[in-house]
């Protein structure tokens, strides 16, 4: 029998290991992106959790003493939602009475925000991957919910990663795996349990419980993002996903009261729970990512990083405070000087639109020699950095929805949002006929399966974080959706 479904006594604790042995967060990522893990990876990965384990045992929380009260859970969530609530209506009405935006800035700090928080976002509900071998136990139900409305159920335009990725994509962001250590805690710590869930079911329970409650940076995210001009989507559909009514900070309560009178020591399983809800607050978070944006530091880091290919890419006659651009290029440390001498010969232009400087229009225009050096991301950093001088106002931006109401009413836009669909959807997002071909191949196989539970496992095999957002992931997500109903 799994020892999921057995009593589950305290873990057995590792030594406490110095500090120079944790392994480092990224690494532990990128060695869990590929899949299921075996070997050194699965022992990498569980001596990081239980140095984050470690770390977590030492902050605070704010749970209720009793959380195994069904009462207590319930109005601590009413509570916390309320409390929510109230501060957003307070943030709305600053906005309406004239307060600048509280989070971001500009677009470049909103797509930096984007772009750092990504190593989490695309790994969005990959704890509870080991929850779907449970999948014919009514007291794992909640979580195996939880997961596959992480997945969209199998349809594209709700897949929470899927989305994401349209997401970084659209503006450029899609460079982003040289963010720092801390910018991968978060994603190693849920592929970490996603891989160990024998191991770690309080934890996992402990951890599902923290992520899946309305924060109110969730809120002004969205609202903030829309008003820049950037697609909302993906956090909009976490607020409602994550109500407290009905949605996934419900179900979190629900599965810890009905797996809690199967644990065995209840003591020890419940500071377990607790130990896994501190895990969120490890390593960067939203407030701390947006709060570390430095405009001219980030412009500076993109520039250096052109370097190492433009430092013997310029002709001699490119010289600006009478060097060579390959010079100035050479030593990513000289950045911010070249910098200053392109606004002192009058190439930048502070203070104005982006546009009235000659450096600009090398970048961005109909005959721009630059044309491809800077992605999306890089141009809005270095288009901000020009027009962002303190002082200098703040150009107007139509949010997203009034531009997708304007494309609506001009008949050039049509994109609804598709529910989730209960059932198998043939080849729904296929993009070749390829791909066409390995979906049907997996409804065959799945059909001439006469074993439900191997037909599960095949299943089960194709949703992991790792691949349940391609095409054949997508596919597998739904099959299961619909052999679990």
Known sequence: MSPLAQALPERIATPCLDRDTTPPPAEVYRALSHGVPAGNDRALARNFLEQQ????????????????????????????????????????????????????????????????????????????????????????????????????????????????????????????????????????????????????????????????????????????????????????????????????????????????????????????????????????????????????????????AKSVVGKNMHSDYCRVGGRGINDWLSDPAQIPAMLGELEKAGWIQRGQPADHSRFWRLIQSERAEMFGVFSAYEQQILGDWIAGQPGAPAARTPSFRARQRALDTLG??????????????????????????????LELRVAAMGNKQAAMRLLQSLMTPARHHSAVGLMATRLFRQLID
């Open 53 to 304: 384990l470690q770390q977590a045992r030492l902050l605070s929380c704010d749970l209720p003493d009793d959380i195994a009260d069904t009462a207590a859970m319930e109005a601590w969530i009413g509570e916390r939602s309320v409390a929510v609530g109230a501060e957003y209506s307070a943030y709305l009405k600053q906005r309406r009475d004239g307060a600048p935006r509280r989070y971001f800035g500009s677009k470049a700090h909103a797509l930096y925000f984007i772009k750092h928080v990504a190593p989490t976002k695309l790994v969005d509900g990959a704890w509870l991957y080991g929850m779907l071998e449970r999948w014919d136990d009514p007291d794992f139900r909640p979580l195996i919910q939880t997961y596959l409305e992480e997945l969209g159920d199998g349809v594209p335009d709700k897949n929470h990663v899927v989305l994401y990725k349209k997401l970084l994509a659209s503006h450029g962001c899609d460079q982003w795996q040289d963010v720092d250590e801390t910018h991968y805690v978060q994603g190693a710590i849920q592929l970490a349990l996603a891989y160990d869930a024998e191991r770690f079911l309080p934890e996992i329970i402990g951890y599902n419980l923290g992520y899946e409650q309305l924060p109110l940076h969730l809120l002004i995210t969205a609202y903030e993002l829309n008003e820049l001009g950037i697609d909302p989507y993906y956090f909009t559909l976490h607020i409602t996903v994550d109500n407290g009514g009905s949605g996934h900070a419900f179900k979190a309560v629900q599965a810890l009261q009905q797996l809690l009178p199967r644990c065995g020591d209840a003591a020890a399983f419940l500071r377990r729970v607790r130990d896994g809800y501190r895990l969120n607050d490890l390593g960067a978070g939203t407030n701390s990512v947006i709060a570390e944006f430095d405009l001219e530091a980030e412009l500076v880091r993109v520039m250096a």
């Open 412 to 441: 050039l836009h049509h994109s609804p949002r598709s529910g989730a669909v209960r059932g198998v959807i043939r080849h729904h997002g296929a993009d070749s006929d390829g791909e066409v071909g390995e979906l049907r191949r």
